[in-house]
């Protein structure tokens, strides 16, 4: 009896501590949850000129792809700070990935941020990378303006307009004073011949008979 007693007692201290045992032993074997996760590839060159492919993907908490889902990409810059700059918006494909074409504006090393959610009830995922740019191209290339060359020339010929009507007003004006000294050299000139000469000196406006 007693032996039998001892061994219900043992039993029961027993069991709880190989329950524990096993329990410690499955969580252990168990993989860690896997959580959402958003991961940039890079940037990749595209067939326009100066235009790179922004690519980042999706994945769930079972470590498959999530398709159909926007993924924000943005471009850190300086300004008052560091800012978040919109590049546009991508919808993921079958393979969790999705995909902008940016046209950078300068060259050098940039951060480029994604920020995407499984969906609306799930907390924003974010990714940040670092991309070199090497060439940039200006999405809209300057032009000359069409009467340019003309427009310098224009310049050049209303200088000389004007630079030909002072000469000719100055001309006159000289005319006009050597006439006046030369009459008033003559001996007894009077108001009235002087008057007279200063006239003659002037250049006459319309064509009327004295």
């Known amino acids: 009896m007693r032996r039998l007693m001892f061994v219900v007692l043992a039993t029961m201290v027993a069991l709880p501590l190989a329950t ?3 329990l410690e032993t499955a969580s252990a074997d168990a993989p860690n949850a896997v959580e959402t996760s958003l991961r940039i590839s890079g940037a990749s060159a595209s ?15 079972d ?7 926007p993924v924000d990409f943005y471009q850190q810059v300086e300004l008052l700070g560091t800012r978040d700059s919109y590049l546009g918006t ?21 951060t480029i941020k994604a920020r995407s959610t ?23 290339p300057s032009e000359p303006l069409p009467l340019a060359p003309a427009g310098q020339w224009l310049v ?27 009459e008033t050299s003559k001996p007894g000139t009077g108001t009235q011949a002087l008057a007279s000469a200063w006239a003659r000196g002037l250049p006459r406006m319309g064509g009327g008979a004295e």
């Open 20 to 22: 524990a045992t096993a």
């Open 47 to 61: 067939r326009v000129k100066g235009q790179l492919v922004l690519s980042a993907t999706l994945t769930g908490p």
């Open 63 to 69: 470590g498959k792809p999530v398709n159909n889902r």
């Open 90 to 110: 991508a919808l993921t494909d079958a393979t969790g990935t999705a995909s902008l074409a940016y046209q950078p504006a300068q060259k050098g090393q940039q």
């Open 118 to 140: 499984l969906d609306e009830s799930s907390p924003a995922v974010e990714a940040v990378s670092t991309i070199q740019v090497g060439q940039v191209v200006p999405p809209i």
């Open 156 to 182: 050049y010929a209303v200088s000389a307009v004007v630079l030909g009507v002072w000469a000719v007003l100055l001309a006159i004006l000289a005319t006009t004073v050597l006439g006046v000294r030369a």
